[in-house]
């Protein structure tokens, strides 16, 4: 009864300490997270670096971190001190790398809740990269040379078509009308279209910041492109636009119908959305990051060490995204 | 003035509560305790000045950690510029933020003085990070439109980083959240509304208090972020923000109790910005975290309360406008009979305006550095809007971080190997 009684007054007294200590928090703001790891078609993927960085302003780095393979069955779990939110990235040779974060919903006495959920992170294989075209005209800036006339633009010569610039195919064809006072009170409107009968576009909805660093499906479909499409901003006391970076595009130009019927073309993908900007400019700024693959398969896996524009200035580099 | 150290100091140039004071100027080489280090860079510069401002919770020291840091990056990214850094006080009671806002503000009103007598007739691309950003927005909205052109600094560029300043400032009522929707109800479509305010109408709360009164008699209408900054003309902008921003990470639903608030602003840690707006008003103790009048506060006098509770959006939201003039549904400051009058009522002068704005007046509107930052290129173009958390502007990560996110202040904080495209984008577009 005795021993007992002490033993009650020492957890008390350790338990007392440590809500004291600094380190109290360790206790009760505990997370715990699951990462499932699959591939594309659904399978576990074992093996893969699993490494999740538990928010917490207290530590150094600003985080507690966690590392570990996956399991057979694809899992990895982690816990850690947080303030209740964590990033995490995963990795596996042959694969390209994911990253991903998640934010839990309340603290109780047994820590962050949900306690342990698991997340399902999609790694994709890397499977047939190939050269391509691909630039980002943020970065290699370009202007639209006229205002409310057809403009061609070759995305394998990144000009213009004459007699603006040394381009040979109208792969886009750019049309811009505008009307500008200041960046609120406008009315402009960016047409783009193609110069064959069945060349396209397709828009992909998809906020690009997290997830595989390999965007978009792996090959262009080959039905379900629009023959233009229209950007607008119509600013008058309220400001409508339809720019939004979370519009992404595959595309298809230099179309030919084949003797099998079969359409012929070269495929491509604009990741981060088409943006123009008549702000700073006597007609338009466009923006858009684009990726075209030349060997007239719908392949869009983007080789980064082979881009056919050669040995780009550092700043205008173009990654897989 | 000489110029022959390459980087400069300005020291802090508002003192707390505006006395005079903080970290002494270093505008030449013998102002240095290291001048022997500055031998010979005066040769390799070009007249040319990068100026850069560090934000909240910086103090002196950790000031010329910043600008030490800034400048090194700079050199290493090709940019032979003159640097010079501004410290100021914007590390006054932590974790009180508000405080710092008055005084990033005060700071705005000295700034272009002491700016030209550090870099001369020389063109000056200036840089500013987080709480920074207000101190140059201030400036170059309201008081460098006013300086003689041969008396004020020669500035073509500014580049905001991870700007802690709401992005109303900028764009105004950009996204048609309060105008001509007076009568529509605060609700969680908008995160940075308070929740205790969800139900009642827009036209109740502080943030929408100015639109009672008209712009041309009565001073009161300024009393809004949205387009505090619209005055900046003539000066190109660049933007960059990160969608994986911690401290101006965007906070949807109930703000927790003060301690965390405080606790999170003490550590700079996640949240902190939407905590200090959605805490104007409601703290017990001022400065702790948060304010105590006005803001997301409710007037429980005037007839607003019941059983010592605020009354409902049923009864409140039936309530005509005019009488929230002189007895507003917010929460009014005691000290400022002034402000809540029936007839035209008279805001001081611009400190105190800026004060208000400060303490007591929640942005609607989620941070210029963080996830929404990408909005501005609306006012910029998209081609001066940058995302530093894209793959774009990180060369890998390193290996202690498994959450990629580019933080706050992963400008300084990450090595430069993972992050030296930045730096070369500021040299390129700066023409550094």
């Known amino acids: 009864m005795k021993i007992n009684k002490v033993l009650g007054i020492l957890i008390i007294y350790i338990i007392s300490l440590m809500l004291l200590s600094n380190k109290s928090y360790a206790i009760f703001e505990t997370a715990k997270i699951t990462i499932r790891v699959v591939d594309e078609d659904n399978n576990n993927v074992d093996g893969a670096y699993v490494g999740i960085g538990f928010d917490d302003y207290r530590s150094p780095t600003k985080e507690n971190s966690v590392r570990g393979i996956s399991d057979s069955e694809g899992r990895f779990t982690g816990s850690a001190p947080s303030t209740g939110y964590l990033g995490f990235n995963v990795t596996r040779d042959g694969y390209y790398k994911s990253i991903g974060h998640y934010s839990f919903k309340e603290k109780n006495l047994s820590g962050w809740q949900p306690w342990n959920p698991e997340l399902r992170v999609l ?139 079969k359409i012929k073309a070269m495929y491509g993908k604009i990741l981060g959305g088409i943006f123009f900007g008549p702000n700073f400019s006597k007609t338009a700024t466009i923006s858009f990051k684009y990726y075209l693959n030349p060997d007239y398969t719908r392949n869009l896996e983007f080789d980064a060490r082979r881009n056919l524009f050669g040995n780009l200035p550092p700043l205008e580099r173009v990654g897989i995204q | ?81 003159k640097f010079v850094g501004v410290s100021w006080f914007g590390f006054e009671n ?135 900054f619209e005055g900046i003309n003539g000066i190109n902008l660049f933007s960059f923000y990160s969608q994986g921003e911690d401290v101006l990470d965007t906070h949807e639903g109930n703000i927790g109790t003060l301690e965390v608030a405080s606790d999170t602003l003490l550590n700079a840690g996640r949240h902190s910005w939407a905590y200090q707006e959605k805490w104007k008003g409601r703290a017990p103790v001022n400065g702790l975290g948060g304010t105590t009048t006005m803001g997301w506060g409710f007037n429980l006098n005037d007839g607003y309360s019941f059983l010592g509770h605020h009354v409902q959006p ?42 208000i704005l400060s303490n007591q007046i929640p942005a609607l509107t989620l941070p210029t550095g963080g996830r929404e930052g990408g909005d501005m290129f609306r006012k910029l173009t998209n081609d001066r809007v940058f995302d530093m958390n894209g793959q774009k502007y990180k060369n890998g990560w390193p290996s202690v971080r498994n959450n990629e996110d580019w933080r706050h202040s992963d400008l300084k904080n990450i090595a430069y190997p993972y992050v030296h495209r930045v730096f070369e984008k500021i040299k390129q577009e700066g023409g550094l």
């Open chain 1, 123 to 261: 790694l994709r294989k890397i499977e047939n990269p190939v050269p391509m075209y691909a630039r980002d005209t943020k970065e290699s800036r370009i202007e639209i040379p006229v205002v409310e006339k057809d403009v061609g633009f070759d995305l394998t010569k990144f000009d213009w078509i004459a007699p603006y610039g040394k381009g040979e195919h109208a792969d886009f064809i750019f049309n811009l009308k505008k009307r500008f006072e200041n960046w609120n009170d406008q009315d402009c409107v960016m047409n783009i279209s193609f110069s064959n009968e069945n060349d396209g576009i397709m828009l992909i909805e998809d906020d690009l910041g997290y997830g595989s660093f390999f965007k978009l499906p792996r090959y262009a479909p080959e039905m379900g492109y629009v023959d233009n499409i229209q950007l607008f901003i119509h600013a008058g006391g309220k400001w409508d636009s339809n720019l939004d970076k979370k519009n992404n595009f595959i595309f298809r130009v230099r179309s030919k119908v084949e003797k099998d019927k």
């Open chain 2, 94 to 228: 932590i974790p009180d933020y508000h405080t710092n806002v008055v005084n990033a503000f005060s700071t705005a009103e000295v700034l272009g003085p002491n700016l030209k007598s550090a870099v001369g007739s020389s063109p000056v691309v200036i840089m500013a990070h987080s709480l920074g950003n207000m101190v140059v927005s201030n400036y170059l909205a309201d008081y460098y439109p006013q300086e003689p052109a041969a008396s004020r600094p020669n500035i073509g560029n500014y580049f905001l980083f991870n700007a802690a300043v709401a992005l109303e400032a900028y764009l105004g009522d950009y996204q048609g959240y309060a105008e001509g929707k007076q009568n529509e109800i605060f609700g969680s479509d908008n995160p940075m509304v308070h929740t205790d305010w969800y139900g009642y109408q827009k036209r109740l709360g502080a943030s929408e208090w100015h639109r009672l009164f008209n712009g041309a008699t009565d001073s009161r209408f300024g009393l809004t972020w949205m387009d505090r």
């Open chain 2, 314 to 355: 049923s009864v409140a939201n039936t309530y005509d406008s005019q009488i929230f003039k002189s007895a507003p549904f917010f929460l009014k400051d005691p000290s400022k009979g002034h402000l809540f009058t029936q007839n035209i009522g008279v805001v001081t002068d611009e400190a105190e305006r800026n004060e």
């Open chain 2, 1 to 81: 003035m000489p110029h022959n150290a390459p980087a400069q100091e300005t020291g802090s140039l508002i003192g707390e509560h505006n006395t005079q004071g903080g970290e002494k100027n270093r505008l030449k080489a013998d102002d240095f305790a290291n001048k022997e280090h500055f031998t010979g860079f005066e040769a390799e510069c070009a007249d040319k000045y990068l100026v850069m401002l560090h934000g909240f919770k910086v103090n002196g020291q950790a000031a010329r950690g910043w600008h030490s840091e800034m400048f090194k990056r700079m050199f290493w990214s090709g940019s032979r510029a």
